[in-house]
């Protein structure tokens, strides 16, 4: 059975705002995890973030993105939030953004 990249509502609208060379990345990142499966797809795409956040890992001429993403139930992987960051770590405001979106996901 294969995985499913499905991105929150907000998470696509922020997908449609970062550059266009970035959301190829992300389209082919997520093609991999869909295709090989997350416990197979590694750096540079893919890296653990903290606790059960993962980062998608997306490059482009206006710098670097991030998808943060969750694995849930029935192999899908859930996209949070999606930015362009402009520090070397993943600011924590991305990453409490991301926990405040899977505890809604965990409300439903």
Do not use: C
């Not at 992300?26 to 093609?31: G, T």
């Not at 797809?41 to 206006?62: A, F, N, Q, S, Y």
Request: hydrophobic share 45%; aromatic share 6%.
């Amino acid at each position: 059975m294969m995985w499913r990249v499905k991105l929150l509502p907000v998470a696509e609208d922020e997908l449609m705002t970062i550059p266009a060379d970035m959301r190829a990345w992300f389209l082919h990142i997520s093609e991999l995890l869909e295709e090989l499966g997350p416990q197979n797809v590694g750096m540079p795409h893919v890296r653990h973030l903290e606790g059960k956040l993962w980062e998608m890992r997306m490059t482009g001429r206006d710098g670097i993105g991030r998808a943060v993403y969750v694995a849930r139930t029935g192999r899908v992987l859930r996209m949070l939030h999606v930015f362009v960051k402009k520090t070397q770590k993943a600011p924590r405001k991305n990453i409490e953004i991301a926990y405040e979106r899977l505890r809604s996901l965990d409300d439903d």
